[in-house]
């Protein structure tokens, strides 16, 4: 079975911690991806940071993005999966916290990150089926 090394997107770009949402929004659209990891100076991760979290957490709520920093939306430790842990492992974790993109990680280095997609490429048809199916239930 593959693992996570095997199935990611290698070319990750983060986000600081420091820079502010319309930096955040602008890489976003220059790149085509809808989230971003937010690591800090120590190029740690931080957390994850998504095109809805600007839009809910801040402009739905008046905020302007241009003062509201990445690292004020990091919450918590962020979901990763080891770079050796196989395609399962992947599928388990996507599945139980309900999150389509996983920051892949290497010791404490972020190498990669692995979406849906990834694994739709990477494996059978019904583990991905289950996958969509337990990310998208409504609580």
């Known amino acids: 079975m593959p693992t996570a090394r095997d199935i990611m997107t290698s070319d990750v770009?983060?986000?600081?911690?420091?820079?502010?949402?319309r930096t955040a929004a602008r890489r976003m659209a220059e790149l085509g991806v809808g989230s971003l990891p937010i690591c800090?100076?120590?190029?740690?991760?931080?957390?994850?940071l998504t095109d809805r979290d600007i839009v809910v957490k801040v402009l739905?709520?008046?905020r302007d993005p241009a003062t509201v920093t990445a690292g004020e939306l990091a919450q918590g430790e962020a979901v990763t999966i080891g770079a050796?842990?196989?395609?399962?492992?992947v599928l388990?974790?996507?599945g139980q916290h309900k999150v389509?993109?996983?920051?892949?990680v290497d010791g404490h280095d972020l190498v990669g990150i692995v979406a849906v997609a990834d694994v739709a490429r990477s494996l059978p048809e019904r583990p991905v089926g289950d996958l969509i199916e337990a990310i998208s239930e409504h609580a």
Request: hydrophobic letters at 30%; aromatic letters at 0%.
């Open 40 to 48: 800090g100076d120590d190029n740690r991760l931080r957390g994850m």
């Open 84 to 89: 050796d842990d196989d395609a399962a492992e």
């Open 100 to 104: 389509r993109r996983l920051p892949v």
């Open 92 to 94: 388990r974790t996507m």
């Open 13 to 21: 770009s983060c986000i600081r911690e420091q820079d502010d949402l």
């Open 60 to 62: 739905a709520e008046g």
